[in-house]
Nanobody
Framework: QVQLVESGGGSVQAGGSQRLSCVAS????????MGWFRQAPGKEREFVSA????????AYADSVKGRFSIARDNSKNTVYLQMNSLKPEDTAVYYC????????????????????WGQGTQVTVSS
């Protein structure tokens, strides 16, 4: 059984920064692409960012490109999401997710490609 535990959420003013962390257990972490998704009230869950299992390829949603940065430390089974220049529209519950297929060559952006999810961490950005 895979467990993903996010941390680092909270309240911040617009223009501020936050770093989310997600620790994984129960699987060979280094073989799986990891993703971050978010869901705002009344909206569908959306892709934010993903990092290839080898750590060398990343992807971002257009809405966060240039402001967010994803990274992973396979020695700590941890993936990070550094969020800078936060905007009120970034307010959402942020979820960490693990790809269903080990060693997948392409970065998956669809939620259906991820089979394990964390419990989510709330990020609130005030104007």
């Amino acid at each position: 059984q895979v467990q993903l535990v996010e941390s680092g959420g909270g309240s911040v003013q617009a223009g501020g920064s936050q770093r989310l962390s997600c620790v994984a257990s129960g699987r060979i972490f280094s073989r799986y692409t990891m993703g971050w998704f978010r869901q705002a009230p009344g909206k569908e869950r959306e892709f934010v960012s993903a990092i290839h299992w080898n750590g060398r390829v990343t992807a971002y949603a257009d809405s966060v490109k240039g402001r967010f940065s994803i990274a992973r430390d396979n020695s700590k089974n941890t993936v990070y999401l550094q969020m800078n220049s936060l905007k009120p529209e970034d307010t959402a519950v942020y979820y960490c997710a693990a790809d269903a297929i080990p060693g997948r060559l392409a970065l998956a952006r669809g939620a259906g490609s991820y089979d394990y999810w964390g419990q989510g961490t709330q990020v609130t950005v005030s104007s």
